[in-house]
């Protein structure tokens, strides 16, 4: 099974500041990376996948990259509504399984 | 736009079988994959399995000996069977489409929280 470990657990940051968040792979996933944030009581929403595609209507803040083990997704400029737990989620061939990591959660310092 | 609500019993007992729909609005289930997610309270998110239009289903090896997922064309719903759960079932319980043929999701719906106890 792959891990994906996140770093950091937190991040405390100013809005306006840049978020640097962290995603590593057990074994390479190639470009089959997304990123989600979740708001409490909500459902997560999918920001970016195949590691630097952003989804329909996510703002241009939000950028990812990366490739086989290390991914990083960026929030150039944090506004208020960006403090959220954010997971990053891989899909592997073999074995056939989708698992994400264990969330950051960018909170107001 | 596609829409997803979950409906089920928010209480199952241990050793039983947890149920749950999730009903698809405003497009066709006869298209996409679709997926059951969890997220125990305070913890994080956990793919169950999934389920492609054309019958094939891949699910969590954690979960695969209890897990069954369907789908109801004609009621334009997907389904979840969990069998012999216990009080680590506990979770806030999502549904979810995947976009187009990539394995990430899209559209969830809002969840639906179940507790397993007696």
């Known amino acids: 099974e792959i891990v994906l470990t996140q770093s950091p657990a937190t991040l405390s940051l100013s809005p306006g500041e840049r978020a640097t968040l962290s995603c590593r792979a057990s074994?390479?996933?190639?470009?089959?990376l997304a990123w989600y944030q979740q708001k409490p009581g909500q459902a997560p929403r999918l920001l970016i996948y195949d590691a630097s595609t952003r989804a329909t209507g996510i703002p241009a803040r939000f950028s990812g990259s990366g490739s086989g083990t290390d991914f990083t997704l960026t929030i150039s400029s944090l506004e208020p509504e960006d403090f959220a737990v954010y997971y990053c989620?891989?899909?592997?061939?073999?074995?056939?399984?989708?698992?994400f990591g264990g969330g950051t959660e960018v909170e107001i310092k | 736009q596609v829409q997803l609500q979950e409906s089920g019993p928010g209480l199952v007992k241990p050793s039983e079988t947890l149920s749950l729909t999730c009903t698809v609005s405003g497009g066709s289930i006869s298209s996409n994959y679709w997926s059951w997610i969890r997220q125990p309270p305070g913890k994080g998110l956990e793919w169950i399995g999934y389920?492609?239009?054309?019958?094939?289903?891949n699910y969590n090896p954690s979960l695969k000996t209890r897990v069954t997922i369907s789908l109801d064309t004609s009621k334009n719903h997907f389904s979840l069977r969990l069998s012999s759960v216990t009080a680590a079932d506990t979770a806030v319980y999502y549904c979810?489409?995947?976009?187009?043929?990539?394995?990430?999701?899209?559209?969830w719906g809002q969840g639906t929280m179940v507790t397993v106890s007696s």
């Open positions: 989620q891989q899909r592997s061939n073999w074995p056939p399984a989708l698992t």
């Open positions: 389920f492609y239009y054309s019958g094939s289903t």
């Open positions: 979810a489409r995947h976009l187009g043929g990539y394995h990430v999701f899209d559209i």
């Open positions: 074994q390479s996933v190639g470009s089959y």
